[in-house]
């Protein structure tokens, strides 16, 4: 199969997911883009009560059933009040790398539908005028939103129906280097489910059916801890897809495709590990394996609700997670790859 014909495709649908802002919690937008865009290829999907959306394929095995997931929410920010001289003070969504966010530009989303733009910053923001400027904390208690709206008091910006509650989204910078880089913020995971997406027209463009029933599904609380919780219960295996690590005496890089042996929580299934291999290796895929000691997954919420579900993860090698993340076309390709002869369709 060649699957370069696909490439400018999962570099659109990349570029698409990821100027959605979707922090956990506010993903209907995202929600929404994946659900139409899956819609119109004409397969059947639908959204479960908390937002993930799950695909339906029927595959040429009726009596087993897979899943692949990959979630669409983000890391973000949201307001937990305001200063008295027009700041907004904030509380992290999931896990970003808070020092990293001093001097990002960022929009936010009041309940009435408004969006005010604004700058993450130190609250000691100028050399010229602190002297810890260099060497203030950036943590939540020493960095604020400063708005871009003529406010000077906490009653101004009230005005403006900005509220503790309000979401905060902070501007990923996504970009495409020359050199086949993709630069951006939320490559964890929206890099992964243009994956998903892909594949899925791969399989309506060339026909193809996979071995088994196969869910495809679009989680929206991972970041926060329970993406995976409610995928569906008759899948006997969950392939996570999501992002790779790079770094430390980690063996990957931004080009190739890990295959996750261990995370914090625990082994994965060590039968769908060495098939993940064989394959692999069968197909000539770029790969690594790894163990991530500080990384869980859509798995860890499956198994802690209660599924018998047997789960392995893969991804493409990701550099600076949480942070202004990077990853390789390639190591998206090898991903995608993997993915399709996982499910069987790579030919």
Not at 65 to 90: C, E, F, K, P, Q
Not at 155 to 160: F, G, H, M, T, Y
Not at 188 to 213: F, Q, V
């Amino acid at each position: 199969m060649n699957f370069e014909l696909y490439k400018d495709f999962l570099v659109k649908t990349a570029k698409e997911l990821l100027a959605i802002d979707s922090p956990s919690g506010f993903t209907k937008n995202v929600t929404d883009y994946v659900y139409n865009i899956v819609k119109e290829m004409g397969y059947p999907v639908r959204c479960n009560n908390l937002g993930n959306v799950i695909v339906t394929v029927e595959g040429n095995i009726d009596d087993h059933s897979v899943a692949l997931s990959s979630h669409i929410d983000t890391l973000g920010l949201m307001v937990r009040s305001i200063t008295n001289d027009g700041y907004l003070m904030t509380t992290p969504i999931g896990s970003p790398i808070l020092p990293t966010l001093d001097g990002e530009y960022c929009r936010i989303h009041t309940h009435s539908g408004d969006i005010y733009t604004g700058t993450v910053l130190s609250l000691s923001p100028a050399i010229h005028v602190f002297p810890d400027a260099s060497t203030r904390q950036r943590d939540d208690k020493n960095m604020a939103v400063r708005i871009d709206e003529v406010v000077h008091t906490k009653e101004e910006v009230k005005s403006l129906g900005i509220k503790a509650g309000d979401f905060i989204c902070y501007d990923p910078k996504t970009t495409f280097t020359d050199s086949g880089f993709l630069k951006s913020r939320f490559i964890d995971d929206k890099g992964c489910a243009a994956l998903l997406i892909t594949i899925l027209k791969i399989m309506k463009d060339e026909n193809l059916i996979p071995k088994n029933l196969t869910y495809f599904c679009f989680t929206t609380h991972e970041e926060i801890g329970y993406g995976g919780a409610t995928l569906p219960s008759d899948a006997e295996e969950l392939l996570v897809v999501d992002m790779g690590c790079v770094g430390d005496d980690l063996s990957c890089t931004e080009q190739q495709v890990s295959i996750c042996a261990k995370d914090n929580v625990g082994p994965y299934d060590y039968e769908m590990v060495n098939r993940l291999i064989t394959l692999s290796e069968q197909f000539g895929i770029n790969y690594t394996t790894d163990i991530y000691p500080r990384y869980s997954s859509d798995a860890a919420a499956l198994w802690r609700a209660g599924y018998d579900t047997r789960a392995a993860l893969i991804g493409p090698g990701v550099h600076a997670s949480h942070g202004m993340e990077r990853t390789h076309i390639d190591g998206l390709m090898n991903t995608m790859k993997l993915i399709a002869s996982y499910i069987g369709i790579n030919k």
